[in-house]
């Protein structure tokens, strides 16, 4: 079964520094890979996906993340933080071996100083 | 185009009710999935629907239910209800396989029993 670890429950950065968040997941084939941020009071929004293919994927809001096989990562990076980008990012993972279902993980909670 | 409609938004129970929550996917979505999210245990998996049909199910009792209907529109039921039943309720719509191409989210809805 797959599983994702998002290392880090908070993380703040400064305004126009870089936001990194980290991903690391578990799968015993090979996992399609999503981010999705959550700004209060709201559902969720796709950010980025890896399926197949080149492993640096860009996302919305400026965004990107890479998929490093040999380290099962898939951590997301945006150059410099703006304070609209404070809310709660999840990384998530589906395989073959899990059914139709899709895992989250715990969430990661960016706070982007002024 | 109008995005992932769920009803109510907020809804407040009494332990032992039930409760019916429903989730309007984008229109040609036919994959539709269910989620609880709480602070303590994150967003997990309640089911998935494909064309009516329940493709795979979460780790819940049998006081969750779900189903869905021609149009693609999804109903969940919960009886029987408990305190730790409160929760945002996460309603997700995919083309095909969310699994592969992710999801677009609902705001949810808010439940809380007392």
């Known amino acids: 079964a797959q599983s994702v670890t998002q290392l880090g429950s908070h993380v703040s950065v400064s305004e126009g520094a870089l936001v990194l968040l980290r991903c690391n997941y578990s799968?015993?084939?090979?996992?399609?890979l999503f981010w999705y941020v959550q700004y209060p009071n709201q559902g969720l929004q796709l950010l980025l996906k890896?399926?197949?293919?080149?492993?640096l994927v860009k996302g919305i809001n400026g965004f990107e993340a890479e998929f490093k096989k040999s380290e099962t990562s898939f951590h997301l990076t945006k150059p410099s933080a703006h304070m609209s980008d404070a809310a709660e990012y999840f990384c998530a993972v589906s395989a073959g071996t899990g059914g139709f279902k899709t895992i989250f993980g715990a969430g990661t909670r960016l706070f982007v100083k002024a | 185009k109008a995005g992932v409609t769920q009803t109510p938004r907020y809804l407040i129970k009494t332990r032992g009710q039930q409760v019916t929550l429903s989730c309007s996917p984008i229109?040609?979505?036919?994959?539709v999935s269910w989620y609880q999210q709480t602070p303590g245990q994150g967003l997990q998996f309640l089911f998935e629907y494909f064309s009516e049909t329940q493709r795979n199910k979460g780790n819940f009792p049998g006081r969750f239910s779900g189903r869905q209907f021609s149009n693609s529109r999804s109903e969940m039921n919960v009886s029987t209800l408990e305190l730790g039943d409160s929760a945002l309720y996460l309603c997700?719509?995919?083309?095909?396989?969310?699994?592969?191409?992710?999801?677009?989210f609902g705001s949810g809805t808010r439940l809380t029993v007392v």
């Open positions: 890896y399926t197949t293919g080149a492993t």
């Open positions: 997700a719509s995919s083309h095909g396989q969310g699994r592969q191409s992710g999801y677009t």
């Open positions: 799968s015993s084939v090979p996992p399609y």
């Open positions: 229109s040609g979505h036919r994959s």
